[in-house]
């Protein structure tokens, strides 16, 4: 129950003895049940509120793990792109360096290669 409420109800308790100090039991009984009803059905929407603001909470994260891993899933690609590149640019360096060394024998040896 929130002080508006609570201040509402209180309110009303106080103007009910002051306007009607003959009141029976049975009426104050019947006040109160109805008070507690109200509580009640104020807390039950309470809780249903808190309980959507918290399943839109459970989408929002949702949503942002699965960008994340997609985020992540592109990263790990971009690496292994990145990688199976300068594996290929290693290999070319060594056939030029390959090469290079090999033109550099003399003749004779060249041919036994």
Request: hydrophobic share 25%; net charge neutral; glycine share 2%.
């Amino acid at each position: 129950m929130d002080a508006t409420h609570a201040n509402e109800t209180k309110n009303w308790d106080i103007e009910m003895q002051h306007a009607c100090p003959g009141i029976s039991s049975s009426q104050k009984s019947r006040h109160g049940r109805h008070r507690h009803s109200r509580q009640i059905t104020y807390e039950q929407d309470a809780l249903r509120r808190q309980s959507q603001q918290q399943e839109l909470e459970i989408i929002r994260l949702q949503s942002f793990i699965q960008k994340f891993r997609d985020f992540t899933k592109k990263l790990d690609d971009e690496v292994e792109t990145m990688v199976h590149g300068t594996c290929r640019v290693q290999a070319s360096l060594e056939d030029i360096d390959c090469k290079r060394r090999v033109e550099k024998l003399p003749h004779e040896q060249r041919e036994h290669i």
